[in-house]
């Protein structure tokens, strides 16, 4: 159901309680429409996007009927990539931050402490 007032009930209880906060969408078209609404919401924020990177996808498969192995081939979209390590960076730096995700981004995401090194090593050792 869409224009039910959910994005605004949800922006206000983040509002109230003024802490860093995860959005999750189901696929990345709400994602995307969440992600609109709440920087229209949240002006001064950091309202992050962080969905799946891929534009396309294609996991490794076996056929056993044609004894075929599939390899895996994927697509990465840089642009996709860049928004999630700008969520991940504030998410670590600010506590005003809205992270706008959809569910499938959210596995995987490997260890902040070794995003903070990688981090400090490009600022040329400096993790201010």
């Known amino acids: ?15 109230d309680l003024q802490r860093p906060t995860m959005v999750l969408a189901p696929n990345k078209t709400l994602a995307a ?13 950091a309202v992050e996007y962080f969905v799946s990177y891929y534009d396309y996808y294609q996991p490794e498969a076996y056929v056993p009927s044609s004894d075929t192995f599939i390899e895996k081939d994927a697509s990465v979209n840089e642009h996709i990539e860049q928004m999630r390590l700008s969520a ?8 005003d931050v809205v992270v706008v995700a959809s569910v499938s981004a959210i596995y995987g995401l490997g260890d902040p402490d070794l995003y903070l090194k990688n981090d400090a ?4 050792g400096n993790a201010d």
Not at 3 to 8: A, L, M, R, V
Not at 88 to 95: I, N, S
Not at 121 to 124: T, Y
């Open 88 to 95: 991940t960076k504030a998410l670590l730096e600010r506590r």
């Open 121 to 124: 090593a490009s600022d040329g």
């Open 33 to 45: 429409q969440l992600y609109g609404e709440m920087k229209e919401f949240f002006p001064e924020n």
């Open 1 to 15: 159901m869409t224009g039910s007032g959910k994005t605004f009930t949800i922006a206000n209880v983040i509002a």
